[in-house]
């Protein structure tokens, strides 16, 4: 979304334009699951779901940047996260049988989706390793995009306290895959 046209975009958003949400959906939709999937993978979709409905709800009382927005949406990517944790101790979830997805139509490419999903579910998994708030404070500042102080924010903390998390997070991630392998986090 980094264009100087977000106002506009946003204003046609809040005033109902599809193409307007579309492209801010296009644009944070995959950033968001990455995030999400980072944070519970088994939950992953339907956490992006009910983010998406507390956006469309909340959207037309929106005011700020792009830059807020993105870390508006992002921050309720959380709290539905932790929303989720907590009903888990009282609604444990009930497994969907794979017949009721037999019907689902492919997309375009399945192989290659296939080959990216693995990629990230590999990189994924490597940094849900780490210890939770260097997790989330990872997935935030890469997947997410945002900067170290709407993090902050999001996470309750200081800036330099999630500049050091990312810093440890990060070397703990370049020690396990040791020094031959290059460390593309921004791939994620």
């Known amino acids: 979304m980094t264009d100087a046209g977000f106002p506009e975009r946003l204003a046609a958003a809040q005033a109902g334009e599809r193409w307007a949400v579309e492209g801010i959906w296009h644009e944070l939709h995959p950033r968001m699951l990455r995030f999400l999937r980072g944070m519970d993978p088994q939950n992953a979709e339907d956490l992006a779901s009910e983010t998406w409905l507390r956006v469309a709800r909340d959207l037309g009382r929106f005011e700020g940047t792009e830059f807020e927005f993105r870390a508006w949406v992002f921050t309720i990517a959380r709290y539905r996260w932790i929303d989720s944790r907590r009903r888990g101790g009282r609604d444990p979830a009930v497994p969907l049988p794979i017949e009721v997805l037999s019907g689902v139509a492919a997309r375009d490419n399945p192989a290659q989706d296939v080959e990216d999903a693995a990629g990230l579910e590999a990189a994924?998994?490597?940094?849900?390793?780490?210890?939770?708030?260097?997790?989330?404070?990872?997935?935030?500042?890469?997947?997410?995009?945002?900067?170290?102080?709407?993090?902050?924010?999001?996470?309750?903390?200081?800036?330099?306290?999630?500049?050091?998390?990312?810093?440890?997070?990060?070397?703990?991630?370049?020690?396990?895959?040791?020094?031959?392998?290059?460390?593309?986090?921004?791939?994620?």
């Open 124 to 188: 994924l998994t490597l940094v849900r390793k780490l210890p939770p708030d260097q997790c989330e404070v990872i997935l935030l500042r890469v997947v997410a995009g945002l900067d170290v102080a709407q993090v902050a924010r999001i996470v309750g903390k200081r800036p330099g306290t999630v500049r050091v998390l990312q810093h440890r997070g990060l070397q703990r991630l370049a020690a396990r895959l040791g020094p031959t392998a290059p460390l593309e986090l921004g791939k994620l």
